[in-house]
């Protein structure tokens, strides 16, 4: 996993990529989406400035980073569809 120095980014910017980070307890296609998501926000963090767009591509991103990885956990019914 990529890691990134958020050393003099702005609070926004380093609560996001925290809350992004891939969860340890997951496994198996939850963990593969998790570990994307994260790379792929620390390519954009990388790439981009601090601002409020960047601010809601991070949330944007996990909100679907949390969405793939709750489908990937019913699909492999380690959670049960109601």
């Known amino acids: 996993m990529t890691t990134i ?3 003099g980014r702005n609070e926004a910017t380093r609560h996001l990529m925290r809350t992004m980070r891939p969860n ?3 496994d198996g296609i939850a963990l ?3 570990v994307a ?3 792929h926000a620390v390519q954009m963090v990388s790439l981009l400035g601090d601002g409020p767009e960047l601010s809601a591509g991070l949330r944007k991103l996990r909100e679907a980073k949390d969405t793939f990885v709750i489908q990937a956990l019913l ?5 049960s569809d109601p």
Do not use: G, T
């Open 5 to 7: 120095d958020l050393a």
């Open 24 to 26: 340890p307890n997951l």
């Open 32 to 34: 593969d989406i998790s």
């Open 37 to 39: 998501a994260w790379e």
């Open 75 to 79: 699909d492999s019914h380690v959670i």
